[in-house]
């Protein structure tokens, strides 16, 4: 007889009180709240139709959003002694061979692009599953690497992980591609590289997890590794044979220069046949083919009970809070395992497990809750919330200058690690603050100074089609006649009217410093003190 205590079936329990609870219409506020977790950011018209379709409403518009895909990236030629040939316009080595042109289309579809929720979850996919600008920087190599999470973010992670491995871009950047089978007279062994950074941080991370993302422990109270070296080494054999696809006009061979323009090739020569051992004791039979290899390799990693929790918490991460309930993991984690009868790795479910949540709408929140917003967001819900637009080349620039140029971390541990200890406590998570310092804050101080200055950004003229970037203030401006008004609707507007008292009393002196014949310099200083405060860069 079916139990029904059991942790898979609360799990759906909670889950299906939570989806009748998010069917409701949204005040002003909570819809906000849920524009800040599943969007760029909150504007009048989403939030107005945000209000109008509540939770579940919202995210099943969302869902059926056409992708707004990066566009206009044709293969070219990486070897940089061709480059751009003489007579080429000075703009020619920036258009075709550096990110610049894919990284402004993403900040156009961050500000602009209705379908936010996929763009969202496909920047959060790009930071957990990472390839860097660091080494690829052929814009149509890292677009069609990126265009893997906008295809996938609502359909199944294990098309994720399939398309990542098969990807030219990661089999660069991680030593897959041109992975030969074992030589030793040649003193040639399989690299081990992608293997290792597959299990340790794109799928299942070190320790044995329980569903609820705590680490499971042995007899003597210490977690359990979740795989071994010679996990490491199946997988690194299991990943042989596999190379770049055939350049335009080249001959087909191994090993293929580099070509990013579509999945690797296998060359079955060169791939490893010999049995291989893999987790949970699944061993590949020998005598298997390339292809036959990498699927089953894919299945026995996505089938791993880790997954869920692991992933699951990092998306918690990524869009509702930094240290999110040991409950609200094993609710997310059951999702994605199909315990609302989706598929195992369904996307749509295991994001409307997170932002469906009871955890993330609560009216009243523990300390720990909430994120530092990444410098991409402190953007972006700025522009977004004062209703302000660009096309990106400054957004981009001003990104960079507080230590996150998109799609260019440092290393594959992305700008931060999931589990950066929050300062001054180390038992606290705050990935963000990896890249958050004193430093960092006196550059963002600059950064909004110049963007609440009242003055457009002008275009760039070495952009086509470049139109700058603004935040009209007028509005706000003839708010500042009222210094009680200009701060209700502070508080709304950004805070989604969860500002403190302290910081609306610190607002209102703000604003009155300036005599009252100077409006906007009244608004631009309670606007700059809010969204340099605490309370605005920690969302919550």
């Excluded at 029904?4 to 009748?20: I, N, T």
């Excluded at 795989?227 to 596999?242: K, L, M, R, V």
Aim: glycine letters at 8%; one cysteine or more.
């Amino acid at each position: 007889m079916k139990s029904y205590r059991s942790p898979l079936f609360l799990a759906a329990l909670s889950l299906s009180l939570g989806l009748a609870h998010a069917a409701t219409a949204l005040s002003d506020g909570d819809a906000r709240r849920l524009l800040m977790q599943g969007s760029f950011g909150p504007t009048e018209a989403s939030v107005s139709e945000a209000m109008q379709l509540g939770r579940a409403g919202w995210l099943q518009r969302q869902f059926a959003q056409p992708m707004s895909d990066y566009t206009g990236f044709a293969y070219v030629d990486p070897n940089t002694t061709v480059g751009c040939p003489t007579g080429s316009p000075s703009t020619c080595q920036r258009d075709h061979y550096t990110l610049f042109p894919l990284q402004l289309q993403f900040f156009q579809h961050a500000l602009t692009g209705p379908d936010q929720l996929r763009q969202r979850t496909a920047l959060a996919l790009s930071e957990i599953l990472v390839v860097s600008g660091t080494k690829i920087r052929l814009p149509y190599a890292m677009a069609n690497y990126q265009r893997i999470f906008l295809t996938h973010a609502f359909g199944n992670f294990r098309d994720v992980l399939h398309d990542v491995t098969l990807s030219p871009a990661m089999g660069a950047f991680l030593n897959m591609a041109n992975n030969d089978k074992p030589n030793p007279a040649k003193g040639i062994e399989p690299n081990e590289n992608y293997a290792r950074e597959l299990l340790q941080l794109f799928s299942i991370g070190l320790w044995q997890l329980n569903l609820d993302g705590t680490p499971k422990t042995g007899a003597d109270g210490k977690p359990l590794p979740s795989y071994n070296q010679d996990n490491i080494e199946g997988f690194a054999h299991a990943f042989t044979g596999w190379t770049y696809p055939q350049r335009p006009g080249g001959r087909n061979r191994f090993p293929n220069p580099s070509n990013f323009a579509s999945p690797m090739v296998a060359f079955a020569e060169h791939h490893d046949t010999a049995a291989k051992t893999l987790l949970n004791g699944q061993t590949l039979a020998a005598g298997q083919s390339a292809e036959a290899d990498l699927e089953a390799a894919v299945s026995n990693v996505f089938n791993h009970p880790n997954v869920g929790p692991f992933i699951g918490r990092q998306l918690i991460q990524h869009l509702v809070t930094a240290n999110p309930s040991p409950a609200y993991v094993a609710r997310v984690a059951a999702a994605f395992n199909g315990a609302g009868g989706s598929p195992r790795g369904d996307m749509k479910a295991t994001l409307s497990a997170i932002l469906l949540d009871p955890e993330a709408s609560a009216p009243a929140q523990p300390a720990s809750f909430g994120k530092l917003r990444e410098p991409i967001l402190q953007l972006t819900t700025l522009y977004r919330s004062l209703g302000g637009s660009s096309d990106g080349v400054w957004l981009r620039s001003q990104a960079a200058n507080l230590g996150q140029p998109i799609f260019s971390p440092p290393t594959v541990f992305n700008f931060f690690p999931p589990d950066y200890d929050l300062p001054n406590d180390p038992g606290l998570d705050g990935p963000a603050f990896g890249v958050f310092n004193a430093s960092a804050a006196f550059k963002l101080s600059g950064v909004l100074a110049t963007a609440l200055s009242g003055t457009p950004i002008a275009p760039d003229a070495s952009v086509p089609g470049a139109t700058g970037t603004r935040i009209d203030l007028s509005r706000w401006q003839a708010l500042a006649a009222t210094p009680d008004a200009l701060v209700r609707e502070i508080n709304r507007v950004l805070f989604a009217g969860r500002m403190s008292s302290t910081l609306g009393q610190a607002l209102l002196k703000a604003a009155q410093i300036a005599p009252a014949s100077k409006p906007l310099d009244r608004a631009r200083a309670a606007l700059f003190l809010a969204v340099m405060s605490p309370e605005y860069l920690v969302e919550n």
